[in-house]
């Protein structure tokens, strides 16, 4: 009910007739709900008797490109390749985290709704277009001055098939479909608050981000840290490390959760990479959790 801790509170409405043409009346409303509750659109729809498509996103700031006969409408999204965090925090990232409606939590169709009795209040549930990454580290013999991480890259040679995407593009509202730039390095940095591992052994969020789903999973993928003194880079120092299970062909509405340990001043990946799962463990719909 308020933007806090990385909620919100308004998405908008795009409204179409079930042909895709345009909706005679007021086609576009922000809805918005002061308690958690009851949500306000403004300006009001009236609906007719006849069933039109309803559309969901997030920002609500973006405006809608309408296709021609067709239900591919846009809005324009900018995911940056180097995006920034705040190290204190586990979701106050600089990249928009982009949101489609869409009518069930297990179906990816388009809410419909008109003024028939049970039709006039169609239920939206909103998916998360992009994937999450989140770094944890731990340290056998940490360095209280000198670990701090300031930034993590992932990367994959020039001539890679599959490469990571960002840039400005568009998102589908129907179903979050992004069409971005292809990009072989993906950076996370620390804008504030840079963290430190401080106890031996003890995993600590390091660093995270949201970033493109991907259509396959990229090979060769390699992970770079820089670490050093806070507020000084004169004694940074950057250490890389490959493995297979950096291979990940991440799928929207997901967490993957990189464990990385730091060891004789060598970078290695503990175990596997996790998915995005909040709560219920047995839930496995959006925002499933990966562990790597």
């Given at each position: 009910s308020a933007t806090a801790n990385g909620t919100i509170n308004s998405i908008k409405l795009f409204l179409t007739k079930t042909d895709h043409s345009a909706y005679t009346g007021n086609e576009s409303s922000v809805f918005s709900t002061a308690n958690g509750t009851s949500w306000t659109g403004s300006p009001e729809i009236k609906l007719s008797g006849d069933k039109v498509y309803v559309y969901a996103f997030y920002p609500t700031s973006a405006a809608v490109t309408r296709a021609t006969g067709a239900d591919t409408h846009t809005i324009p999204v900018s995911v940056p390749a180097t995006a920034t965090f705040d190290g204190d925090s586990t979701w106050n990232c600089s990249t928009t985290d982009y949101l489609y409606g869409v009518k069930s939590s297990t179906s990816e169709d388009t809410p419909?709704?008109?003024?028939?009795?049970?039709?006039?209040?169609?239920?939206?549930?909103?998916?998360?277009?992009?994937?999450?990454?989140?770094?944890?580290?731990?340290?056998?013999?940490?360095n209280g001055t000198y670990d701090y991480v300031k930034e993590i890259?992932?990367?994959?040679?020039?001539?890679?098939?599959?490469?990571?995407?960002?840039?400005?593009?568009?998102?589908?509202?129907?179903?979050?479909?992004?069409?971005?730039?292809?990009?072989?390095?993906?950076?996370?940095?620390?804008?504030?608050?840079?963290q430190i591992c401080t106890i031996a052994n003890t995993a600590v969020t390091v660093g995270y981000g949201l970033a493109a789903p991907l259509a396959a999973a990229p090979e060769n993928v390699s992970l770079t840290i820089v670490l050093g003194k806070k507020g000084d880079t004169s004694n940074d120092r950057t250490l890389t490390a490959t493995n297979t299970g950096f291979n990940i062909q991440w799928q929207k509405g997901h967490i993957y959760t990189y464990n990385l340990k730091l060891k004789d001043r060598n970078l290695t990946l503990d175990g596997a990479i996790t998915d995005w799962v909040q709560g219920d463990p047995t839930y496995t719909g959006p925002w499933d959790t990966v562990n790597k």
């Open positions: 419909t709704a008109s003024n028939r009795d049970g039709e006039f209040s169609p239920t939206v549930y909103m998916r998360h277009a992009l994937a999450q990454v989140v770094f944890k580290l731990q340290a056998s013999n940490p890259r992932l990367s994959v040679p020039a001539g890679n098939t599959t490469k990571f995407r960002a840039g400005s593009g568009t998102m589908q509202i129907k179903d979050g479909a992004l069409s971005l730039t292809d990009t072989e390095t993906l950076t996370f940095r620390a804008s504030v608050n840079p």
